[in-house]
């Protein structure tokens, strides 16, 4: 069965640091391109970081500097380090996979509050 499995959430302290990791059970995986998406309550999930099958990675403004996504074919994992976490950094974050389909996690709750 083709998933991805996404872990590391939990509760942090403002300025505090986590890291998710997404294990996949795919074939190929080192082709497909691979991001992390968030979604906050009331909010439209928004992609977060993107890492392509190449290695280049993107992220969006409010990340950049903080989070960091990497990727470990051997493995079949996509991680992504988040650093100096911020309130409007709580949100639910989901691993996702692209070919010529879309895969996605389940979700994993992150919550940033003193």
């Known amino acids: 069965q083709v998933q991805l499995v996404e872990s590391g959430g939990g509760l942090v302290q403002p300025g505090g640091s986590l890291r998710l990791s997404c294990v996949a059970t795919i074939i190929g995986f080192n082709i497909y391109d691979l991001a992390w998406y968030r979604q906050s309550p009331g909010k439209q999930r928004e992609r977060v970081a993107t890492?392509?099958?190449?290695?280049?990675?993107n992220y969006i403004d409010s990340v950049k500097g903080r989070f960091t996504i990497s990727r470990d074919n051997v493995k079949k994992t996509v991680l992504l380090q988040m650093n100096n976490l911020k309130p409007e950094d709580t949100a639910v974050y989901f691993c996702?996979?692209?070919?010529?389909?879309?895969?996605w996690g389940q979700g994993t709750q992150v919550t940033v509050s003193s």
């Open positions: 890492i392509t099958r190449s290695g280049d990675t």
């Open positions: 996702y996979a692209r070919l010529t389909y879309e895969l």
